[in-house]
T-cell receptor
Framework: KQEVTQIPAALSVPEGENLVLNCSFTDSAIYNLQWFRQDPGKGLTSLLLIQSSQREQTSGRLNASLDKSSGRSTLYIAASQPGDSATYLC???????????WGAGTKLIIKP | GAVVSQHPSWVICKSGTSVKIECRSL??????MFWYRQFPKQSLMLMATSNEGSKATYEQGVEKDKFLINHASLTLSTLTVTSAHPEDSSFYICSARDRTPIANTGELFFGEGSRLTVL
């Protein structure tokens, strides 16, 4: 059974710092992995999608990497801003039915 | 990216009444939509998978008679919480994927969520 873990559960850093969020999964046979952002009381915003054949994806100040063999993905946020404060979730899909298996999330606070 | 819209965003109802939540894909067709619920400070929990033109597939522990799902068209799925009770108060979120082969990367697009409060 696939399990997805995110560490740390919470992170607080000063504005301007670069930071890394971690996501690990127990079964490497994933179809793809997605990183999401959720603001309090809001729905989810998809940040980056990495297919199983890819190693990384970039969007603006965000870079997500995928190492299937070790069961890890990282989300790198460069030059953090207070507006980046949110809960970040990673999720994997195992096959074409696209059901997501979720991590518990990392709550990020960027201090001005 | 593709847009998924949920309505209503907020709903407050009395215990025993039924509430319908709509999930629409605005600029793409979705053969499959997913419904999730989220309790405070917890991650999303998949409730059911909704397939256009067929019955929804419910996850273990989710009452199908309690949470009625209808996916009548390629752009609309509805979740009806029947005879709602305070313990049904939660944040409900839907997601959908584009059925177009070229666009079908496996990426799921999410609605804004609907917060249900049952008094």
């Amino acid at each position: 059974k696939q399990e997805v873990t995110q560490i740390p559960a919470a992170l607080s850093v000063p504005e301007g710092e670069n930071l890394v969020l971690n996501c690990s999964f127990t079964d490497s046979a994933i179809y793809n992995l997605q990183w999401f952002r959720q603001d309090p009381g809001k729905g989810l915003t998809s940040l980056l999608l990495i297919q199983s054949s890819q190693r990384e994806q970039t969007s603006g100040r965000l870079n997500a990497s995928l190492d299937k063999s070790s069961g890890r993905s990282t989300l790198y946020i460069a030059a953090s801003q207070p507006g980046d404060s949110a809960t970040y979730l990673c999720a994997v899909t195992m096959d074409s039915n696209y059901q997501l298996i979720w991590g518990a999330g990392t709550k990020l606070i960027i201090k001005p | 990216g593709a847009v998924v819209s949920q309505h209503p965003s907020w709903v407050i109802c009395k215990s025993g009444t039924s509430v319908k939540i709509e999930c629409r894909s605005l600029d793409f067709q979705a053969t499959t939509m997913f419904w999730y619920r989220q309790f405070p400070k917890q991650s999303l929990m998949l409730m059911a998978t909704s397939n256009e033109g067929s019955k929804a597939t419910y996850e273990q522990g989710v009452e199908k008679d309690k949470f009625l799902i209808n996916h009548a068209s390629l752009t609309l799925s509805t979740l009806t919480v029947t005879s709602a009770h305070p313990e049904d108060s939660s944040f409900y979120i839907c997601s959908a994927r584009d059925r177009t082969p070229i666009a079908n990367t496996g990426e799921l697009f999410f609605g804004e969520g609907s917060r249900l409060t049952v008094l």
